[in-house]
Structure formats: C-alpha cells, structure tokens
C-alpha cells in the first residue's frame, strides 16, 4: 500500500479552482479526493472522484470521512477503520460571472444552494470530530470579494478592499451576502467548538481550463472568447456598460499557491487573494486584444455591472504570510486567450 503524507478533500472539485487546486495538492504527495455535482473534467487531479450534492446532508456525512487508501468509496468500511481528512477545500458554491450574480434572477437558486453546503459540511466536520474524537482536519473556505460594501467601491480609481472594511457591511449582490454569512459560520464553529478554518477572499480569479461561455464565464474568458471570435462579429466587441468600471485579476497557478500557503499557515484570516493590478473593462479589452494582435470596436451595451471599482489590497497576506502576486495580468490573458482558442478551433472541427 502507497503511504501518503497528508489526505485532502476538494469539493466543488470539478471546477476551475477546485480542480487546479485538486492538482497542485496531488503534485505535492496528497491522497486527494474530489467531489462535485458536476461531472469530472480532468481526471489527473485526484485519486478518487466522488459525484454527488452536497446540499445532501447524508451524501455530506459520508464524504467527509476517508475509508483508506485502497477502500472504494461505495463499498461498505467498518467504522473503526473511518478516519478524517487532514485537510478540507471548501469551493462548491452556485456562481458565476455578472451575466449570472447580478441580475438578481438567481438570487434565491444562489443563496439557498450555497449556504446548505457550507451547513452540511461544517456540521458534518463537528459531528466526525465528536465520532472519532479527533479534531485535526483544516477547513479551507473560498469566500469572494463580493462581500466588500458597496459604498466603498462607488470609486472606480479608488476602491477600499482592505479586509477591516467589511464591516458596517452592504455587499451589492446576495451572492455577495451568502459569502459573508459562510464566513461567519465558519469562524463560529472555530469559536465555539476549536475547528481550524482558514477563509481566504478571491478577487477575479482567472485562467486555463475554466468556464470560458454558456453565461457563467467571468470576464477575462468573456473577453478573450469574444476578441477570439471578433472576426465573426465584424471586428466588434461588446461590453456592458461604458467600460470604466475597474477591476483586479489573479491568474490561477497564483491564487492556488496562496490558498495552500494560507492552510499551512497559523493564520485563519479572513485575508484577500488577488493582485492589485487594477485596470478598466476597455483596459482588459485592449490587453486580449494586444495578445491576439488584433484590432477590434468597442460596442457599449446595456448590461449587469456589478460595482464601480475593486482591486484586491494585499497587505495584509504579505504581512502574515510573505506572498505577493507575480505574473502580470498580461501574461496570464494571454495564456488564457490561447488556451481558449484552442477550444473554439476543436469546437469548429466537431
């Protein structure tokens, strides 16, 4: 039998965080396991892939617990021989790009869904503890800058992202709302019953092998996807609102090293992950477009916008736990612009 140094659980693991996080773990000597309602994308990233919902609270119960290395999953283990995770990633959540949080058609669908999920796993932790009378596992939370105030992002020069400015709080979103409130939770279950939570808030993280159209892609795979298909669109590219709204995006490999070294810290946060290169919509617009060696128009459309102004603000996670973003977000658009394209080319040829 293979020994491991450490067992991790990635849900939400077919995802574009979770899986690459599912990975990087797995390189590292993890026994990893992921779950999702969706199917598995990327099978390299995991040891064992379970799918199912987690706003079941039965199929939770039977996920957090790790039955050995060379036990199935489905098979009946004896309970003795259960064993808790070392490590938890908690990313499953109902989300997606502007198109889908701010619309406000999903508001219910995002709220309810999300929030069982992080009441069944933080519950389900509590109850193992008690069963096996361990209290080792770490539980990873993957909150959002959604949850800053409104009226500190009025400013598209000028947001305040600062971590102490959460609070009087007035997210723009419900998705936004959801993420404070699981934060919350998280942190209470550590209060009151000592369970090690770290919580982390991504600002716009982006890259290779995510969600890139279908209405729940973000802005960087929107913008890559559409300057990709200008040439069909008659050299035009639109965007909602008059494109001044600003933003700040962390390429993926980035946020993933964060979140792990925030785990393996002492430091539970709440803490941003994100760069601080701040630019317009037009701004990442002209970036794709100078990846791809193209010229396109720019069309302004009517559209959800979300706030004014966000930038994540890292002093806080340089000062607890050295790190600080690398890779300009050039770079990362045009790693993701290729990767893209090379799914349209292989979507054509179908």
């Not at 990327?42 to 996920?63: H, M, N, R, S, W």
């Not at 959540?93 to 999300?114: E, K, L, P, Q, T």
Request: charged share 25%; net charge negative.
């Amino acid at each position: 039998m293979t020994e491991y140094k450490r067992k991790a659980l990635v849900l939400g693991g077919a995802g574009f965080i979770g899986h690459h996080m599912a990975r990087y773990l797995k390189e590292k000597g993890y026994w990893v396991r992921t779950v999702d309602i969706q199917p598995q994308k990327y099978p390299d990233c995991c040891d064992e892939f379970i799918q199912g919902d987690l706003q079941d609270t039965a199929f939770v119960e039977k996920v957090i617990q790790f039955r050995g290395y060379d036990h199935n999953f489905y098979e009946f283990t004896p309970s003795k021989y259960l064993q808790p995770f070392d490590e938890i990633y908690q990313f499953a959540c109902n989300m997606g790009g502007a198109g889908y949080i701010f619309s406000g058609d999903n508001d219910a669908d995002v709220m309810h869904s999300s929030a069982m999920i992080n009441l069944n796993v933080i519950e389900s932790v509590r109850q193992f503890n008690d069963f096996t009378g361990k209290n080792i596992t770490k539980i990873f939370y993957s909150s959002s800058a959604c949850m800053y105030p409104e009226h500190n992002q009025l400013d598209p020069d000028n947001p305040d992202c600062r971590e102490d400015s959460a609070y009087p709080a007035a997210p723009d979103s419900e998705y936004g709302w959801e993420k404070l409130f699981s934060e919350r939770l998280y942190f209470a279950y550590n209060r009151n019953y000592d369970i090690p939570v770290r919580v982390a808030r991504y600002h716009n993280i982006f890259g290779p092998e995510g969600t890139w159209d279908g209405g729940k892609e973000k802005a960087p795979a929107a913008i890559c996807r559409k300057v990709c298909l200008s040439d069909r669109t008659n050299g035009e590219v639109e965007i909602w609102g008059d494109g001044k709204q600003t933003r700040s995006f962390l390429y993926i490999s980035e946020c993933v090293e964060a979140t792990y070294r925030l785990v393996q810290s002492n430091f539970m946060g709440p803490v941003n992950i994100g760069s601080e290169e701040m630019v317009s919509i037009n701004q990442l617009v002209d970036i794709a477009c100078k990846v791809a060696n193209k010229k396109v128009v720019k069309h302004h459309v009517p559209g959800p916008l979300g706030v004014r102004g966000r930038n994540s603000n890292n002093d806080l996670i340089r000062e607890k736990l050295g790190w600080d973003y690398e890779m300009s977000l050039e770079e990362g658009i045009g790693n993701t612009y290729n990767w893209i394209q090379e799914q349209l080319f292989s979507r054509d040829e179908q």
